[in-house]
């Protein structure tokens, strides 16, 4: 399982974030999307060890938007302490 956070371009309203949220909701191997408007980030959940980037980039295109680079965050594993990623229990 893997996580990345994206900064998505050019989205205003609550629409452009259900938007974004169906179209990256669509992509194969993703199992929750998070979409913040005021911040313009966009968190990807996927089951696989890495989540496609190409395929989120489409997807947030397909939606009318542009995609900035991702920055991939390290997810605690269940069972552990901590869980914010960073590695502080």
């Known amino acids: 399982m893997s996580t990345a956070t994206y900064t998505v371009v050019g989205m205003t309203c609550g629409h452009c974030v259900a ?36 395929a989120v980039k489409t997807a947030v295109e397909e ?11 390290p997810m605690a594993q269940e069972g552990t302490s901590g869980g914010c990623g960073c590695g502080c229990s």
């Open 19 to 54: 938007s974004v949220t169906e179209e990256v909701g669509q992509v194969a191997g993703v199992e929750d999307v998070q979409v913040d408007l005021a911040s313009g980030s966009l968190t990807v959940r996927s089951s696989a060890d890495q989540v496609d980037a190409g």
């Open 63 to 73: 939606a009318g938007y542009e995609l900035a680079q991702p920055v991939t965050l």
